[in-house]
């Protein structure tokens, strides 16, 4: 019986060379297909393993080398043709424009020319975008991080200072139901929230009491239409490009304080200019005052209900109303302290030292609380325009003028509280002038 012989199927194969994988020698495979052939050489290859993936490195790196030289050379071959395009329509459009015998200019040029430019141009204005665009990304990555963004405004009673007025984050809000969020952590997170509004609500504590005025209801009346009249006549001369008066100021708060009337501005931003017109004539009478336990009176009435009172007059919240305040005074403070110290470089001390009484009094009428965000304002900067040795030499100024109570108060302006010996108690230093 004759029957036809087979040779065992051959259990391993290897695609090597061009047809396999596109003229490629440096990569070759092998496969378990049954395939008539030799056997597999199985000392050079277990026989439990099918599949095998080599690798030229030597042939790899040439092929490597030599398409990075074909890009180089393709990069220089245009660098080459661009400086080239750009000489000839610099050339080009050098001697574009003639004058005629008609007295006409002519303007003429290659096309090649105007695509050229119209290019320059067009990659330019990309280049620079995206060159902001990635700068931007970098601040924000820089100086912000994810998740973790800055709500930054300008306030303009801080000379344009940028001031930041909360941060808002990107984070997954807790779900009530979920089984991780259990109460107590909801309770301690509604805590904080209602701690952290009240104190960024909470007024200072020289704020005084409001206190109601009885009038009879003819005057009233008659005193409502009078401090109606003088707000419009205010109106009126802010329109005329005037700044405000202080009798005015002075007038509109007498006729409110004695009625108990209350008047209205047309719009937010010209009733807080008013108000910032009257902190600073607040502020100006109270540095008048020489004598340090003297109470500072406008028009008969204490300096700070006057301020506070006139914001009830015109519609003004007082927390909103005790935060201008607060701004008026931080920016007073800096401008003080840099007058002084530009009258000590010009050895002026008697002058340097008028500014820091100004300083220390209007501190001792309107006080900030500590670590107030304000002081941190006027404390970084103050930090770009003075150098660590001519704060410290300030320190010491303030001390000499106002003692215990100008030390605290410029080592908080001047950010010189890292030299405490312990808590609230800064440590002297006497600079070599």
């Not at 000392?43 to 990075?68: K, Q, V, Y």
């Not at 202080?246 to 008013?274: K, Y």
């Not at 609230?424 to 006497?430: M, N, P």
């Amino acid at each position: 019986m004759n029957g036809a012989v087979t040779s065992p199927p051959e259990l391993f194969y290897t695609h090597c060379g061009h047809r396999e994988f596109g003229a490629n020698p440096s990569l070759c495979l092998s496969s378990s297909l049954f395939r008539r052939g030799r056997r597999p050489d199985t000392r050079r290859r277990p026989p439990d393993r099918d599949f095998e993936l080599s690798i030229s490195i030597a042939e790899f790196s040439s092929r490597a080398f030599s398409s990075l030289n074909r890009i180089l050379r393709t990069s220089e071959f245009r660098l080459r043709r661009v400086l080239s395009s750009g000489a000839d329509a610099y050339n080009d459009l050098r001697t574009s424009v003639r004058v005629d015998r008609g007295n006409r200019i002519v303007f003429s040029c290659r096309r090649s020319s105007l695509d050229f430019v119209a290019s320059l141009l067009l990659w330019s204005f990309v280049t620079v975008l995206a060159a902001r665009v990635l700068v931007w990304l970098w601040r924000q990555l820089r100086f912000r991080g994810f998740g973790n963004w800055l709500v930054v405004r300008r306030d303009r009673s801080l000379g344009g200072r940028e001031v930041v007025v909360g941060r808002r984050r990107v984070s997954v809000p807790v779900n009530p139901l979920s089984p991780s969020a259990t109460r107590a952590e909801l309770k301690i997170k509604e805590r904080y929230q209602k701690n952290r509004l009240a104190k960024r609500d909470k007024l200072p504590h020289w704020w005084p009491e409001p206190i109601t005025s009885q009038v009879a209801s003819d005057r009233k009346e008659e005193l409502q239409r009078e401090a109606n009249r003088l707000v419009r006549a205010i109106m009126d001369s802010r329109m005329n490009g005037m700044d405000y008066k202080e009798d005015d100021i002075i007038q509109l708060r007498q006729i409110c304080r004695i009625s108990g009337a209350n008047v209205f501005f047309e719009t937010t931003n010209v009733r807080d200019s008013f108000y910032r017109a009257a902190v600073v004539l607040v502020i100006n009478n109270c540095i008048r005052i020489r004598q340090p336990d003297a109470t500072p009176q406008i028009d008969g009435e204490d300096a700070r209900r006057f301020i506070s009172g006139l914001g009830g007059n015109i519609g003004l919240d007082n927390v909103h109303a005790a935060r201008l305040v607060r701004a008026a005074v931080a920016a007073h403070t800096r401008s003080w302290i840099l007058q002084c110290w530009a009258f000590e470089v010009q050895g002026k001390r008697s002058e340097a030292k008028e500014e820091i009484s100004k300083i220390c009094q209007i501190h001792r009428i309107f006080p900030f609380e500590e670590n107030s965000p304000e002081m941190e304002m006027v404390a970084s900067g103050l930090k770009k325009n003075l150098r660590i040795d001519q704060r410290k030499h300030l320190l010491n100024l303030f001390v000499e003028v106002c003692g215990a109570e100008g030390q605290k108060i410029a080592a908080e302006a001047l950010d010189m509280m890292h030299l405490n010996g312990s808590e609230g108690d800064v440590v002297r230093y006497h600079p070599e002038l």
